[in-house]
């Protein structure tokens, strides 16, 4: 039954929840079964805290089945980068190692109150710095596809944990592709959603748009079911949207095609390596036989950099600037010239970064006033050796280029538009990649419409990864 309910859909296993058919510890039992099994070799979830969850499927036990919430008492892990009460929350950091909290962030207090159960904490680089999930506390997360070679990141252990089965759904955030990257490294799903949509916090930033919580899973089903159990409000927060009138399950479960489609495969900021560029276009040829209008064309990004450097200098310098001076020899050199950077910024810095972000949000607002997607690879590159710190680092790129290969991504950042990761092919070697569906401004709801659709024409199929060694 173990094995047989890991390979099963989250909606299916929410339904035998909300049924009374299954128990949420039966979940538990199997997605901790997994975890002994899988985690040993791929080091995707190393904080667990199962007594913490069945104590909470104990209490949802008391309450009739159809009344548990969204999720019913589905277990889902949540990112090492936010607070989860009483349980450690390292930030993958040595400076943070013993760090519990007695709070849990408003993300994690919005999906229990929707049935979620929480059994672990999914790794992540040091502070959420880099697109290679590592860090001194835990070591690294592997690629379940092949060991070897890194899950990406910063969401790099939910995306593993995910792909494997040792989670139906998880938690994760985004900057600069954290969920983006891992999502096409892993050949899962991911929701970038726009600012407010889905609240968190407290935090030394509440009103950046720039970092976003989000879902993954391995289909768009899922991915709308875990999006429907993350929105809402919160006082805590300092952006917030209710939840629609519509649920986002309802959107994902009546397809709509696109009529128009912008497709590019480096927006005009990136390097795109060729295989991945093949395999996005393959995807794309066959939407266009699906009847689909595609238009070589994207946005003028060219301000990408200017706008979304300085606003993430001065968020580590925001998080850590103080703890620097102590903390010098700790953190990773990435991170230190991060946060030197923020505390260097001057006001003619801001002030062109603040300009910059406002062009390049009313420029793609006005641009997807004609398309309904915009589409382009999700990563530049295919997954890349896990000791490799990242794109570069053994040709002697400097930390201060640490994450320029993030470009495709980290330009969509700055537009705030939302975002649906799938996967979208495999290259002749069997690696994913994945392709980023880019909406309308607050375009959510039509969003999983356009994906479902396009999901079905590609005609990929989740499936849970079993992890072979490479010896």
Not at 36 to 51: H, I, M, Q, W
Request: glycine fraction near 8%.
């Amino acid at each position: 039954m173990t094995d047989d309910l890991i390979r099963q859909s989250a909606r299916q296993v929410v339904a035998a929840l909300a049924a009374g058919d299954l128990r949420p510890h039966d979940a538990l039992d199997a997605v901790q079964g997994r975890v002994e099994t899988v985690d040993p070799v791929v080091n995707a979830l190393p904080t667990r805290c199962f007594d913490r969850a069945r104590d909470h499927a104990d209490r949802l036990m008391a309450v009739p089945p159809d009344e548990r919430g969204v999720l019913a008492g589905l277990p889902v892990p949540i990112k090492d980068l936010t607070a989860v009460a009483g349980v450690r929350t390292t930030h993958g950091s040595r400076l943070m190692e013993d760090f519990v909290p007695e709070q849990s962030d408003v993300i994690v207090e919005t999906l229990e109150a929707h049935g979620a159960v929480v059994y672990a904490k999914s790794n992540t680089p040091e502070f959420g710095a880099g697109g290679n999930t590592f860090n001194d506390v835990f070591g690294a997360t592997r690629n379940p596809h092949d060991l070897r070679l890194t899950a990406g990141g910063s969401s790099g252990g939910a995306a593993a944990a995910v792909a494997t089965g040792m989670a139906w759904l998880a938690h994760g955030s985004d900057l600069a592709g954290s969920l983006r990257t891992p999502a096409s490294f892993c050949g899962i799903a991911s929701l970038r959603p726009s600012p407010g949509r889905i609240a968190n916090g407290p935090s030394v930033v509440p009103f950046q748009v720039h970092s976003q919580q989000g879902p993954m899973a391995r289909d768009i089903g899922d991915l709308a079911l875990l999006t429907d159990a993350m929105v809402g409000e919160s006082p805590r927060a300092g952006l917030g949207k209710p939840p629609p009138q519509r649920s986002f399950r309802s959107a994902a479960a009546e397809p709509s095609r696109p009529v128009r489609v912008a497709f590019s495969v480096d927006l005009g900021v990136a390097e795109t390596a060729p295989e991945v560029s093949d395999v996005c276009s393959r995807a794309v040829h066959a939407l266009e036989r699906d009847g689909i209008e595609i238009v070589a064309d994207y946005p003028d990004l060219s301000d990408a950099r200017a706008a979304f450097d300085v606003p993430r200098a001065l968020l580590f310098a925001a998080l850590l600037g103080d703890e620097l001076p102590e903390a010098r020899d700790i953190l990773k050199p990435e991170l230190v010239w991060n946060i030197e950077r923020g505390l260097a910024i001057d006001g003619d810095d801001v002030r062109a970064a603040i300009a910059a972000q406002g062009r390049i949000f009313q420029l793609a607002a006005e641009f997807m006033d004609g398309y309904d997607l915009l589409v382009c690879p999700a990563a530049g590159v295919l997954p890349f050796p896990v000791e490799e710190r990242y794109v570069g680092y053994r040709d002697g790129l400097p930390p201060s280029e640490y994450y320029r290969w993030l470009s495709i991504a980290a330009a969509v950042s700055v537009t705030t538009l939302p975002v649906i990761t799938i996967p979208c092919g495999r290259t002749e070697t069997g690696l994913p990649a994945g392709i980023q569906l880019i909406g309308r401004p607050h375009g959510e709801l039509e969003l999983f419409s356009l994906a479902t659709h396009i999901e079905q024409v590609l005609a990929i199929r989740p499936a849970v990864v079993d992890v072979v060694s490479p010896d």
